[in-house]
């Protein structure tokens, strides 16, 4: 039976199902685990990645199903939702499911969005964990990261007060890092905006090296890069002491490695190659691990989930951040190629009033009451609005992926309206499916959990958009033309610069691209809706993730910091003191 | 049968004492826990504070055993240690035993001074949990408190862009904060010197409000010295919201619940109330709460793990930071003031070492060689240095407490020297007993056992140094001579303006005293040893911690921000990437 997500509150929906979520000792029982494979931590508990895959590694994978999105309103489309609903009507059906997502971060949890936990009889609980912190990575990766940094500065500091007699009797060799080429940077998992650029080291010899620095949030971390693309603890490790984290003075690239910090990181981020186990309002289970943001980051939960999933589940269904143009193309170009895994299907999470903000409805703005566009019904903007979602559907077919629709339902929109979202989906040969996952859980998902099973029992003739020795440029303007629907692509004259070098030098032939783009346009400008025509993406940087194997060329003005607006959810959270419990998170 | 500390090191003795280490569930049976009491995080746990003091509300307390030093040298002289081989000694003879130690910062850890896992015998494990973030209390102060900044610093950045009208549409009243008078920073748990001083918010109208600003170590924050004074989850979160972070341009105190961020911080820390539970190499219980530096913040395990731990235990044994001059006057002065708990006795650690570079034996420097004073015997330096231990054991007197003085033995220790300190020691009126727990176990520790078994058959007159009545500067001047054995105090024309407003203003009548101090020297410099004389106490700037209700008096040149040197720890240390396990932690 599903709670009343007209009358509830997903934290009211939450608590109720608290009451009877699964025990660490029950979900073992339940998924048939060893003991050893599951580490509590407190109410939930983490997978021993190592364990199970060494356990299960002659076992035949099971389904892969990958959900993304058309391009969201400001608001989102409830691709989470829709993942944890999908999950919740395969269990209806009988099937042994399970899916992976990714941890939300401290940032917009405290900020505008909220937490990122699904919602009415969609949603994964326990709530209060999911969206504060979970079992500690996002602040294992922090340490990390900024250790990295602190190493960095220290070595700075000391190069310059000592001479190369004195380093020697240290054990240290000059690295001459050059102080206007530092990569590196300090992260914090919050919309910090007065940290996107500081000026640090103020003060004596011993007060660190003076230079401009600045503070990222901490899910666009190269080290939360490189956990969702590892495939195990020795391939985190290589890849951790890869990291170029500033130039010398010769332009040589200085590394964690040379900075001898790569492997106490490694030892910050031991727990982090686990995934965390929760669950469905239903009891399905869900993996959590790593946490990207898609539109400055992979976007992916992470492989090393995914390759344990598949073996645990017969039918594994793992989330991509933001829309098919961002997060489908990571995980078809990227994370695939990186995994070797082949999808079996992708979900196109679709919900009318998207669609008709695309086909010219007013502005969705967060914390504001939706205009009456998109309350009653409209054919017009709609019809208009639906490119966008045959766009999205083209992309994923170019992959070789028959792609199912989903209408993510909402109580207001009309038979009308679905049915022209249907017709139009259809006839562009994809499968299409009405759910409700939000007010009536797995139940609400039948329709699309059938058009899921009945869409794996295709074969998949999948390919790569490009291969990998399709130089950099030409890559990026294949994806800004066939993924985008640019007309082509601008580079200033410091990206182009890098990405000749990049091109020329060997070092860098089997990087993968990562696009950083908004994920609110298919072009780089958040305010063109639909599928904007005539237009050039430009690029302005491209940043080396030397440990994740990225090239991540930089389109208009996405920034790895975003800022606290002036009424954060922080200000309705508390705590109950007689319980507690946390109270206020939405 | 203790292990041999004299071969293996100490990272191999906690390998081989955790291999047969109680699980979460074992703990359980054996402290008579209920189910619901202990919270498992992988091989540890936490307990529940609040079902656990509910529970045994009407048990009479243990004997309450406090532990602190003579000034240490910078290599520490063993206080951890003896805790640990203290409990495991009384363990021996079969007590209901358990003691209370601080969570490491990351901040030594990964620089000079290593892990503060005791040692050899007397060794808390596992120990790379305990190194490396425990169950990950200082993470969440680390987020608690950072944001408490982007909540102060994106609101001077509305307050500066939006007129009056603007800010009331969203609610929000004009707080009209004075950016020259801004109290909070940031913080972060490394020695990260370059953070010292920092200027912020440099860019656009949506960067932030640009200021100077700073990052201190986690481990000095507010909120570590709140969760080491609150008595519960409701305290907890009443002192949060009572957190100055500025004054107005009127010079009113702007707080967290000014801000509204106080409920938020408290959902960030609400795991934070519950103490983990560790174990000894002997598999004793040990509780690990809080982790404040005792030279600028309390020093003390939190009231809450020592509230438990007496009703759990018939001997807790506590530990103070540092020496007796700061650990123990702040235990004993602000500590015991706000928990109403009363000690049966005092252990203060001593080393022959230390002792004779009191007497005036060369400089200690870690990293270095010990000079040859150290490892052959010296009754002359060690004569003179006896002073210094005399002191102490004064300090510890003026409190009603007879201490019990602890030789925490070195091989190189030779009888006769061992004998001058006990003659001393005795005719100072203490108890005094040598240790050999590190090379022994709790079977090396029979005496000192025996001697605090002994010792807490006594009644204790026990009494502060000064009333809460006494005005701040006359407290301060009562510390300086009666503990600090200074003729006087100087104050700045800032600090000493500041004093005389908390004294005038009854808002601060019931706040205590807590000394910002070197715990290299009874002094403010750290290079006079022995018992300085002929000196006046400094005091630069006074601090208003007014949700833990501290008012703190910074002397000499202590920095909340230490720096990482030229050859930490973090270079020796990684992961065995087949088993997982950390390397190179000592």
Redesign the interface.
């Known amino acids: 039976m599903a709670y009343d997500a007209t009358k509830l509150k997903d934290y009211q929906i939450a608590e109720l199902a608290e009451a009877n979520m699964p025990t660490?000792g029950q979900w073992r029982e339940k998924l048939g685990l060893e003991k050893d494979e599951v580490?509590?931590?407190?109410r939930i508990c983490?997978l021993d990645f190592?364990k199970i895959i060494d356990r299960l590694r002659n076992r035949p994978n099971g389904k892969y199903i990958n959900v993304t999105a058309i391009t969201p309103t400001p608001l989102g489309e409830g691709k989470t939702t829709t993942t944890l609903g999908l999950v919740e009507g395969l269990g209806k059906r009988g099937m042994n499911v399970g899916a992976a997502i990714r941890q939300p971060s401290?940032g917009p949890t405290?900020n505008i969005k909220g937490t990122a936990a699904g919602g009415g009889n969609a949603l994964a609980i326990p709530m209060?964990e999911f969206s504060?912190?979970l079992t500690?990575d996002i602040?294992?990766i922090?340490?990390a990261h900024?250790?990295g940094?602190?190493?960095l500065?220290?070595r700075m500091?000391?190069e310059r007060n000592?001479s190369d007699e004195e380093?020697a009797k240290?054990?240290?060799r000059r690295l001459d890092i050059d102080p206007t080429n530092v990569q590196w940077n300090?992260v914090?998992?919050?919309?910090?905006?007065?940290?996107?650029?500081?000026?640090?080291?103020?003060?004596g010899r011993?007060?660190?090296?003076m230079m401009e620095s600045k503070f990222n949030i901490a899910v666009s971390s190269e080290l939360m890069a490189i956990l969702a693309v590892a495939r195990?603890?020795?391939d985190?490790?290589e890849r951790i002491g890869k990291i170029i984290v500033a130039y010398d003075k010769k332009g040589n690239p200085v590394t964690t490695e040379d900075l001898?910090?790569a492997?106490?990181m490694?030892?910050?981020m031991?727990?982090t190659?686990n995934p965390t186990l929760i669950s469905t309002a239903e009891y399905q289970p869900v993996l959590v691990h790593a946490g990207p943001f898609a539109n400055i980051a992979i976007g992916q939960s992470s492989i090393i989930a995914d390759r344990i999933a598949l073996k645990m589940f017969d039918y594994h269904v793992t989330e991509s951040g933001f829309a098919a143009d961002i997060g489908f193309e990571k995980f078809w170009n990227v994370k695939c190629r990186f995994s070797g895994l082949v999808p079996n299907v992708s979900v196109i999470t679709t919900t009318i009033r998207a669609l008709k903000m695309h086909g010219g409805g007013p502005k969705v703005v967060p914390g504001r009451p939706l205009p009456e566009e998109y309350t009653r019904q409209n054919l017009e903007l709609l019809e208009k609005g639906i490119a966008n979602l045959l766009h999205h559907i083209n992309i994923v077919k170019k992959s070789g992926v028959i792609p199912v629709v989903c209408i993510n339902a909402f109580y207001t929109d009309t038979k009308e309206e679905i049915a022209m979202v249907r017709r139009y989906a259809e006839q562009a040969g994809a499968r299409c499916a009405l759910s409700e996952h939000w007010l009536k859980g797995g139940e609400g998902a039948l329709e699309l959990a059938d058009a899921v099973i009945d869409a794996c029992n295709e074969k998949v003739d999948f390919k790569y958009l490009y291969p990998l020795e399709m130089p950099l440029r030409q890559r990026v303007e294949l994806i800004a033309k066939e993924v985008y629907g640019a007309d082509g692509v601008s580079w200033t004259p410091e990206a182009e610069a890098k990405a000749k070098m990049f091109e020329s030098n060997p070092a860098y032939a089997d990087f993968a691209t990562m696009m950083v783009k908004t994920h609110l346009s298919l072009s780089h400008d958040p305010n063109l809706k639909g599928v904007p025509k005539g237009w050039v993406l430009p690029v302005r940087d491209v940043l080396v993730f030397a440990g994740a194997k990225f090239l991540c060329p930089m389109t208009g003005s996405i920034m790895m910091m975003p800022?606290?607006?002036?009424?954060?959810?922080?200000?309705r959270?508390?705590?109950d003191?007689?319980t507690?419990k946390?109270?206020?998170l939405f």
């Open positions: 660490p580490i509590p931590y407190g983490k190592m401290g405290m209060t504060l912190g500690g602040n294992d922090m340490n900024n250790l940094m602190v190493a500065n220290a500091q000391h000592y380093l240290r054990n240290l300090w914090i998992d919050f919309c910090a905006q007065g940290l996107r650029k500081i000026i640090m080291g103020i003060g011993t007060d660190g090296y195990d603890l020795q985190l490790r001898e910090v492997g106490a490694t030892a910050f031991r727990n190659i800022g606290t607006g002036s009424d954060p959810a922080f200000r959270i508390d705590v003191t007689t507690g946390v109270l206020g």
